[in-house]
């Protein structure tokens, strides 16, 4: 099991004023890894912004996360119109099971229009094994009209 701990982590480059106020915004991201036959795969992604970092999470067992275990480097990519950020860089894995409830149960709160709908997929997501990812990019475009 591999514990996140932020403090311990090195410098990489701050997110821009402008680009912490968009992704603090629900959007969705869309992240891409690389398949064991080296093409790539796109998942459309909850996130949460925690300082400068990426947090995301995963049932286990689904395609991209086992690319992540292979590989680490990812891409993430949050668009609204013409305004994204693309992050890339590598991700650490939090395989915890409380880690993992806590973190899907954050995410359905940010992204439910209700707190009854966002406690109904709590509910089923706790029957589930769920791995959390952080990613620290060390390269961030930013692009904003």
């Known amino acids: 099991m591999t514990n996140i701990d932020a403090a311990s982590s090195p410098t990489y480059p701050p997110l821009s004023a402008a680009a ?25 992604v909850w996130y949460l912004l925690d300082g400068d970092e990426i947090v995301f999470n995963s049932r286990v067992g689904r395609q991209w996360p086992l690319n992540i275990g292979r590989d680490k480097r990812v891409s993430i990519t949050v668009a609204d119109g013409y305004n994204y950020v693309d992050m890339r860089g590598s991700v650490e894995v939090d395989d915890d099971a409380e880690t993992g409830q806590a973190v899907i149960a954050r995410l359905s709160r940010r992204y439910r229009r209700s707190e009854a709908a966002a406690a109904a997929e709590i509910e089923v997501f706790r029957k589930q094994a769920r791995v959390t990812f952080r990613l620290r990019p060390d390269r961030i475009f930013e692009h904003f009209r």
Do not use: K, S, Y
């Open 20 to 44: 912490r106020e968009f992704l603090d915004a629900p959007h969705f991201a869309v992240m891409a890894t690389l398949n064991p036959d080296g093409g790539p795969l796109q998942a459309v």
